[in-house]
């Protein structure tokens, strides 16, 4: 495996692969690696050959008083898992290198990134879109892998793939939960065992929701606030949002339709300090005989 720090490097490596009539595969990361990265490297190298990783804390993403400073990093430990997984290349870019002194371009995809998590972190999406197209356009992929934890994130960067044309297919793979169905998220290190605990609130409001569906409930006032009814059950937790989408447009879905997600976030942890932004989601879709089918 080779780790590669330089866009020039980045690129040449990938262009010889490609000239070689190989089908590059990519996974871009911000580290702090866990079990959710460890499957989209997976179905990476099932699929591709060389498989690229990237691993850059992008701070583009963060707001001026979110945690890029102690978000966790453990590049040796990171490279050694990537390694034992079939990675080829990790690029590994400082920011400086992906963000030049009079850096002054930004993406933004109108529509999609303004509610929910683009109104709890103003800037994060056009961060993050940005991001994703610099390691795009230097690695040029076939297809890069992404998790379904960050749904929304997800639907925006199928969006902007869609609408610039790109080359590379934003493939979006199922969440990876722990044994207790607590979503996997490298900001779950932050979490001490009470807020641990009280983190599961999130995915048993979930199930909640889902015990609702399946019991045959249509109208999505019922079904959030059986998810929010959960997650206000614990003093840990306070709700950010709770709310039913349609998949491909992101509005409000006021009775269940095809295919809608149910998007929930929240802090955790003592109020007083600071508490750990947690996100997950649950899919709704319907099958040929119309039965609703819902994926955690």
């Known amino acids: 495996m080779e ?68 978000y966790p990093r453990q590049l040796e430990k990171d490279t050694a898992v990537l390694e034992a997984a079939g990675v080829d290349f990790v690029f590994v870019p400082d920011a400086a290198e992906i963000y030049p002194q009079g850096f002054r371009t930004y993406v933004n995809v109108e529509g999609l990134g303004d509610r929910l998590e683009g109104k709890s972190r103003p800037g994060h999406f056009r961060g993050v879109a940005t991001v994703v197209l610099k390691l795009l356009e230097i690695v040029q992929p076939a297809a890069a892998f992404f998790g379904r934890k960050d749904a929304q994130q997800a639907r925006i960067l199928r969006q902007m793939a869609r609408d610039l044309n790109l080359d590379a297919e934003i493939k979006v793979l ?35 929701a889902a015990a609702k569906i399946h019991a045959g409930e249509r109208n999505s006032d019922t079904i959030v606030q059986a998810a929010r009814t959960v997650m206000q059950s614990e003093p840990r937790v306070r709700v950010d949002y709770v709310e039913l ?40 879709t319907r099958d040929a005989g119309g039965k609703f089918l819902v994926t955690l």
């Not at 692969?17 to 997976?42: D, K, W, Y």
């Not at 879905?253 to 600071?274: C, H, N, P």
């Open 3 to 70: 780790i590669i720090r330089t866009i020039d490097w980045m690129k040449q490596a990938s262009r010889a692969a490609r000239e070689q009539g190989r089908s590059v595969g990519f996974v871009p990361t911000m580290g702090a690696l866990h079990e959710g990265h460890l499957s989209l490297v997976r179905a990476a190298v099932a699929e591709c050959s060389p498989v690229v990783a990237s691993i850059f804390v992008n701070p583009a993403q963060f707001g001026p008083s979110e945690d890029f400073a102690k």
């Open 174 to 208: 199922p969440i990876v939960r722990e044994p207790d169905g607590l979503a996997m998220s490298s900001r779950n290190s932050y979490l001490n065992a009470e807020d641990r605990r009280a983190a599961t609130s999130l995915s048993r409001g979930l199930a909640a």
């Open 245 to 284: 989408v349609n998949e491909e447009s992101f509005e409000p879905v006021v009775v269940l339709g095809e295919s809608s997600l149910l998007l929930i976030a929240a802090l955790v942890g003592d109020s007083a300090a600071k508490p750990v932004r947690l996100i997950d989601n649950m899919l709704i």
